[in-house]
Nanobody, 120 residues
Framework: QVTLVESGGGLVQAGGSLRLSCVAS????????MGWYRQAPGKQRELVAS???????NYAESVKGRFIISRDNAKKMVYLQMTSLKPEDTAVYYC??????????????WGQGTQVTVSS
């Protein structure tokens, strides 16, 4: 079993910054990729950013130049540094990880979500 725990959400004014963190624990051999998704009320969950174990990244167009994703493979952590936040960034942010377990099983796991609210 694999667990993802997010932290770092909150309320911030437009133009402000927040840093999200996510730590994975459990039966983990490797994680590739790790990423962040978000879901706003009434909308589908969407990819915000992902990062492969080698460091290559992928961003949604709406966050390019404002958000930076990074990871610490040794700590099994992924981070999302969010700057120049806009009200439209308001959503529940979910950590996601594609995990190869110690027993050789592939699985896709989600965190419980952390609320990010950007006031105008």
């Amino acid at each position: 079993q694999v667990t993802l725990v997010e932290s770092g959400g909150g309320l911030v004014q437009a133009g402000g910054s927040l840093r999200l963190s996510c730590v994975a624990s459990g039966s983990i051999l490797s994680i590739n990729p790790m990423g962040w998704y978000r879901q706003a009320p009434g909308k589908q969950r969407e990819l915000v950013a992902s990062i492969a174990s080698g460091g290559s990244t992928n961003y949604a167009e709406s966050v390019k130049g404002r958000f930076i994703i990074s990871r610490d493979n040794a700590k099994k952590m992924v981070y999302l540094q969010m700057t120049s936040l806009k009200p439209e960034d308001t959503a529940v942010y979910y950590c996601n990880a594609h995990v190869l377990s110690l027993t050789g099983i592939l699985g896709n796991y989600w965190g419980q979500g952390t609320q990010v609210t950007v006031s105008s």
